[in-house]
């Protein structure tokens, strides 16, 4: 009974990456394919540039699903939330031609994992645990609840941030902060926790290698 266990789980590091981050990489680098020259109108090319970066920005989205069922075996709930919001939002700039959607979006998203993870943790539940599924082998409950705890603090402070941001920044601006800062916070943020999980149960090499690409995204 134990050998399909063993087979159920691939090594997965670089797709958890992928399926994480590529989709907001892949749009950055369309928004700059886009982005008008100088010369030309740039208050109607930058709002052209930003609409068409976002329909590739939904179509990279809907990929990752493919490729998380593919390659893992499984799409996540917090990766379905995503999805269905990237793409809800997305929509709305697209048909309003309102960047106001996109750049929301991700407020949007880290207050409702916030809230989510709060409620669970009021009534003694890590809800973590089910939106990330598979991930985090090995983790007791005391780990769950404080990684839950730990990453609803941390979602706050991206939605504040994020806030700061599009208000502060340019489109430009705001999305290269978003692909280079906060993707590099989100990290520094993961790694912190590892001594944490080590000591409530997390083990084995590839346990350790998935919770170090298993970050808090929008």
Request: net charge positive; hydrophobic share 50%; aromatic share 14%.
């Amino acid at each position: 009974m134990s050998e399909p266990q063993n087979k159920a789980k691939p090594k997965s590091s670089w797709v958890n990456l992928a399926v994480d981050y590529g989709p907001l990489l892949v749009f950055f680098l369309a928004y700059r394919h886009f982005s008008p020259d100088k010369s030309a109108d740039s208050g109607v090319g930058a709002v052209v540039a930003i609409t068409k970066s976002t329909v590739v920005f939904m179509a990279a989205t809907v990929l990752a699903l493919v490729v998380s069922k593919w390659r893992l075996g499984r799409i996540s709930p917090m990766l379905w939330l995503s999805t269905t919001l990237i793409l809800g939002f997305g929509t709305l700039t697209v048909f309003l031609g309102d960047p106001f959607w996109i750049q929301i979006k991700p407020t949007v998203i880290y207050l409702l994992f916030a809230g989510g993870l709060f409620i669970g943790l009021a009534r003694g539940k890590a809800v973590l645990r089910m939106l990330l599924e598979s991930a985090f082998d090995g983790l007791d409950e005391t780990g769950w609840r404080k990684l839950s705890r730990n990453w609803a603090w941390f979602f706050l402070f991206l939605a504040a941030l994020n806030e700061v941001l599009r208000h502060a920044l340019t489109f430009d601006g705001w999305l290269a902060a978003k692909v280079w800062g906060v993707s590099a916070l989100s990290f520094l943020f993961t790694f912190v926790q590892i001594p944490m999980l080590l000591r409530h149960g997390l083990g084995g090499e590839q346990a350790v290698e998935e919770a170090e690409t298993t970050t808090p995204h929008d």
